[in-house]
Every structure is written in C-alpha cells, then in structure tokens.
C-alpha cells in the first residue's frame, strides 16, 4: 500500500509541467498518535519495572508486549493519573487541565446526579456532575481539524447519560466503538452480550452499564478486551486506507470491575486466589491487545511515525472486589484507587516515539496526564493552528519534549521544577487510608496532603518513603510552611471548589488559612 502522504507527493508528480520542478524532499509523513488509556491499572500490575528494582508483583504479572514497548521507549517511573477515579483523568486528557480547574472531579454516571457518597461533616461543592461538554477545544476535535482521523475504542465515561458528552462522536470523534457514559462493562463475555444481567438466553433485560455497539461479538466466543482488539485492527486499517493521519483512543474496560476472567489465560496462573487470577487474566489480555496493536503498526510499516502512550486513569484498585488482604495490591504505594496517597494516582507510563524518545529509557519526572494534550499538540505540529486563540489558553499540562528528549530536563524549569495539583472534594463509595475529600499537590520529592474532613495535613517525602508511612509534617515545618502556601496558591489558580462543611454549610477553608488561624498543622 502507499501512504497517504507519498500518495500526494506522486499526485504532486503528474502535475509538474515543463520545466520539471527542482528536486526536494518529499514532506515529513504526519505523526499518528495512539494513546492507550487502561481502567485502574495499578502501578504494579504489569511486568515492567516501576519501582526501583523488580518487584513480586512484576513478576506475577504477564505482560511482554509492554515490556516490548518500553524496550524501544521510555518508562516513567513518577507518572501519576490526574486523579483517584475516572471521568476527572479522562477529561483532562482531552481538555489539558486539570480535574479542579474543569469542576469535573468526580465520576459521572446519570444526567444532574450527583454520584458522591454520603459523609457525616462533608458535601460535595456543586460540582459538573453531567461531564464534559462538546466544545471545539477538546484533543480530538483539534485533532480533527488537523486532518487526522479521530477514534475511540472502548470506556469513553466523559459525560453523564442523558447528555451529549455520553457520546464520543460529539466530542471530536469521527468513530466510536463501544463507548458511552458508563464506566463498567455489565460483563466482559460475549455470551452474555456484554450485558449486566449475565444471561446466556434471556437478553431482554437491558440496563445502563450493558456495553453497546458490539453486536457483531454477541455470537461469538470472545472476551471483551478481545472484541476491541479486533475492531482497532479493523479502524487502524480503515484509517490507513483513507489516507489520512489517525489518532486512537484505545480504552479497555479492563481491568475495572466485574473481574471476569478470560479464560484463556487462566493456566498461568492457578497458584493465585481465583479473584486474583481471574484479574491477572485480564492484564494479559489488555497486553495481548497492546500486541496486536504494535503489530499492525509494524505490519503497515508506520511504528517509526506513531506516538504511543501506555497509562492508565487511576491507580489500581484494592479497596474492594479484589482477593486476599485490602489496601496492599500496589505495595509499595500506600492503598489504592479512590485514595489521597500514591497507590491512588500513581500509574504505569510508558511512550514510545521513534527519533525523540530514546530506546530502553526511563525517566523520574513526574508527568501526569493532562501533559499528553499539549505534548500531542505540540508532536503533530509546531505551532498553535491560531484558528482558536482559547485553545492555548489555560492550560495546565506542559510539552513533555524536555523529558521525553532524555536530555538535561534541568534546563527546563516548567518541568523539573513543576507542581502538580490533586483535588478531589468527593467522598467515595469504599473506605480505606487516604480515601476521603482532599487536595494534595507533588513538588520535587515532596507530597503535601490536605484532608477536608478535618483540616489535617501529612507531609511526605516520597524519595526516602514512598510508602508513605511517615508523616513529616512536625519534624519539618519549614517544608511544611512552604507546600502549604504552594498548595493554596495552586488551588486559589484553578478556582477549586472546596468541599462544603455540613455545618457551617460554608467551604472548607484553604490550606493557609487552617494554618495562620491556628498557629500549628494540627
Ligand atoms: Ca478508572
């Protein structure tokens, strides 16, 4: 087949007359962008390293093609999702802001519903409970008006059912393949029709969490990730055919509950408790998609002009659902999904991008996910389109060039010296350590964590105690003095809504005024 862009150079051809135009270089073939967007991946549970050294559950889990991937990329072992649960991580991929600065900061499901769980001092600020919005702003529609063809593969869950942000084609998609508003698939079998009732001969029983558009599947045996597999094969190909530059939005349900498992990989790991088993079955098999798309990449000959990013929207969960002891499936990180403390944000990240990132790299920068907006932007063209200034403005990921380059990132103070913002003012539906309404930043080695519930800090220094056991927060005040006011600065920027003190029925206060109000943290 001939890529589109030597296609128009030889339509370029037949159009030169006498005399023959001067030789030049054909054009730079455009860049093709893959983000693959896994469901509450932890940070532990693939096979390639995050952590300083292999850990057990490297070895547990069975994932080669990610290991391929970072073989020919880089690993970035500080790599955090914009937030604890989905929708707020999956909007800011598309918007280059963070979850605070959207309002969109917690999870959505029905139109004007608010999915906060009940707490006894705290409510929710009124905060966009129906999800993104179009608007021309978004990565895919900008991407769209670059020419490149746009598609989602799998969870979309960026605005509420009941409202056009359920719909990926009305958010600068020109395909979407099986997602909506909801963030769980009813089941992962074909047999079931991917539905929530889990009938194998009675369909009749719709309901919102039942995966649609996959009708083709219905009678076949095939699990879900493996559905989806198949349907990217086809839209990669489709994409190459028409010609244009494609970015993917590639998003498993997996490995987000119902943990099912694919059977076919089950053999592999029959020591683990069956929950757990069943749920490295469904690593494997988000890995096996990520195979088969590094090869269609390699089978059309365009893995040397594709971005590729492996992440994941939240950490990985452990509060529930899973087997054996809860609040330790991400050890070392402290507890899980929906938490303040790293194994609540901390993801796997891994980019490949032939000719920048160097092969077989990592990095230690913390890089979160609103950063893949501007990095796309600024990787599939040079400059701002200046068709829509508001799409350069307000933004709060940064180019990740500095880091990816591998270079001296030093030079570049936007991103070794960055802050990042946390900000969830939602209580969740599970308990566990760090899950409650909170605002925490990452600067340099540090984490500041400020609990709404009852204005407490925790200070952390996660290069000597990545677990987070030990509080510093008395021993170093003065490093306590200064995140705080880096904190209320930050949340002050982004004009966060705090949570709402059920008693006052006032916002809780910043961070620096618990402090100068009562003279000490506690
Ligand atoms: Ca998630």
Redesign the pocket.
Known sequence: MIPAWMGLAVMACFQVTDPPAVPSDPPSPPLNVVVFLV??LGWQDVSVPHHTHPTSFNERYHTPNLERLAAQGMVLTNGY?SAP??TP??TSLLTGRTPARNRITY?TFNKDSDTTARNPVLSAPPWRMNGLEPHSALLPEVLSDRGYRTIHIG?A?WGAHGTPGSEPTNLGFDVNVAGHAS?APGSYLSRHHFMNSRSETDFSRSSRWDVPGLQAFHDRDIYLTEALQERMVEEIRGAMGDGRPFFLHFAPYAV?TPIMPNTAHLDRYEELHPREAAYATMIESVDAALGCLLDVLDEHEIADRTLVVFT???GGLSAHARGGTPHTHNHPLRSG?GSAYEGGVRVPWVVRWPGVVPAGTRSDQPVVTQDLYPTILAATSPAPTGKNPERVRELDGIDLASILGGGEVSRHPEASDRVILFHQPHTWGARGPGIEPYSAIRWRRWKLIYFHSDRRFELYDLAADLGETRDLSLERPEVLELLIARLAAELRDHEAQMSIDTVSGKPVEWPDEVALSSGTNR
């Open positions: 469901d509450d999702a649960v989905c991580t999956r999870w969870k869950h963030g987000h994941s929207d939240n999904k």
